[in-house]
């Protein structure tokens, strides 16, 4: 074993002070080089310092310390255990390191002039903790093991004792350096517990001297924990063999090596970089057309049918996928669906990715990096803005694909209009679209607008069913009718062809959930940016805000330059979930997630995906008897709004009866009629979520299980109807859902918001 090196880095790092000899140490030795794969098998989090030793920092040196402290690690282990190591025979290494020259800190690392001047020490006390220090923890473990009993000491050491065990049982530290050798977060107290016991039971006097005199802290937890990690392999080896089983099924690390067919393939991945309304997606749907075999994946339902349309029309013979529909077109070659559905089975000569920036984002990213990592497509055309470019690149090298980069223009310059509509909705014209982020405020504008001016006005929103949206969206379009002004929320950023000539915030702040914030900049360029279509009425975009006061954060955001994403979104599929969860029965599915999202592992470019949607599902499901692991985790993914209670409620209906094995039933009336309040809106607007779901379940289950597919079928088109004639006549006062909005509805004219909401919280 090549100890020396190893031992002799060890003692220089249980002195203080040391570290910029232990690093110059590293470095020559090009220690750092060849750990690197074997590191990434422990961390979560990225370690530049590994993969450039020059970065290497003293705040790294701490995580990074295992391999030397844990005596079972040398040279030899970490070569033979990491795949990726340079082919270099370890005992090429082990010279290496060992003829280094030897740095100059004097005998074996700690120097008897670093335990200071103590003039109540006598030279053989001195002696005696410059021994203590350079001795090896295996054999310190070992005689503390091997003793009769503790020797006798005073009560003033054995207090301060305490407080050094105490403060080891609490260091952050030394909590997560145990993670390496497999002792999880919770387990360790435990174990601190029971090497206390140990240690207080059978230490010897020099060796709790040499402690009292390092005190509590840092010192002397890093002295204890070689010490500790040799008691807990001695005593607990099933709880880390348990442990480890349980950290490898949580290994997300490596993505790319999960699609072993796709990297089987040479692929070209065609990446169309630019902003919004610069001809991306038109690009890559030419080549998707002229492909003898295609696919489309789309980030909305709304956009895929609106593909769907499109190439049918120009004759090319296409399907439509998404959670809730399969139409199938007879001898279709091509294929519209959402991301979500993109077989990863399937052979293509084109797929086409749209938006690839939502990659990174938070909730639903997963399932672009899916699609990017998986598809076996021989030709890639990803559509979206700059922000992810970088890491495209990446990820294309670690999938060995070719890259070829498209960047594009906006056709013609989106310009700012200084003006603003001067706190004034009587400002509106034609062709506008005013953005707000509420539906609360959606409404509210309208109803100004309409009473106020002759415009009358379309929505568009999240909570409207595609249907609906694409209703609104043509009724806007066409120049034969009087709704000339669009309301919408940041729902219009994406998909829809609109003939909008300014787009003007109502206010650049929304709610996240939490409290207000200004809304991104890239989602301002993004909405702004919907102005002006090449081939619409108005080919020249305006932009502009309501206020005066928002018009310096609209400026700003459309100038900033796009964010440089460093992390995109993936999520386990259920078998890796499954595999995690052997490792923990008789925990519920909820806890089951959370332990995953605690111990899963990923690499520096991924994070993964928020899953508070799936959780509060799952919480809920948990009463409901008779239900597989693999029904939890797909009933948890339906697209349910988890703040609507009576969505919710159905959804559990659903589960349930689907656990009895009963005949699922929508088991939902339909209104005789459109809307006449905003509560009949919302009513109308959560019968379409539920009959959404209900067609979402039967294409996630056996069809047997949902058989009123038909009826949901007639249900969702019929009530999507309703809510087109609803929103033609209202003009009503918004409700809310919950009882948190109501306070804000208090507001009684529309004019009098706060002036500017982005000044407000700068302030
Ligand atoms: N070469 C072209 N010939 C005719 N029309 C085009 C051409 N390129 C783009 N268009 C039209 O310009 C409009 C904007 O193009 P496209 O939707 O491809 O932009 P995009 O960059 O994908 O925008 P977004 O980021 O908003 O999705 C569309 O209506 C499209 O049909
Ligand atoms: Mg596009």
Redo the contacts with the bound molecule.
Sequence with gaps: MARGPLRHLLNLYSTKNNFSRVTNFLHSNRFLHHLHPFESRFYPSPHPQITNPMKFKPSYFTQFSDFYIFPYFNVHTICALSDNVKKEPASNLTEKVESEPKLECGGDGFTESELGNEDTWSEHERLNFVQIANRDPVEIYKDIRDAVKSEKQSRADWDTLTEIFRSFSKSGWASSQALAVYIGASFFPTAVHEFRKFFFKKCKTDLIKYLVLLGPGDGADKFLFPVFVEFCIEEFPDEIKRFRKMVDSADLTKPHTWFPFARAMKRKIIY?C????????????QRFMEAKKGVYCSPLRLLAMEVFDKVNTLGVYCSLLTGQEKKDFPFSNHVACTVEMVSTDELYDVAVI??IQMMADSSRGYAWTRALLGLKADEIHL???PSVLNIVRKICSDTGDELVEQH?ER?KPLVIEAKTLLGDLKNVRSGDCVVAFSRREIFEVKLAIEKYTNHRCCVIYGALPPETRRQQATLFNDQDNEFDVLVASDAVG??L?LNIRRVVFYNLSKYNGDKMVPVPASQVK?IA??AG????LYPDGLTTTLHHDDLEYLIECLKKPFDDVKKVGLFPFFEQVELFGAQLPNITFSQLLMEFGENCRLDGSYFLCQHQHVKKIANMLEKVQGLSLEDRFNFCFAPCNIRDPKAMYHLLRFASSYAQKLPVNIAMGMPKCSARSDSELLDLETRHQVVSMYLWLSNHFEEESFPYIKKAETMATDIAHLLGESLLKASWKPESRNARNTKLQQEEDVYQRPRSLVKLQEK
């Design positions: 169309h630019g902003p919004t309304n610069s001809g991306k997606t038109y690009n890559a749907l749209d938006e559509c979206g803005d594009y056709f994406m998909g062809n993004q940016g919907r279509r090449r081939g619409s």
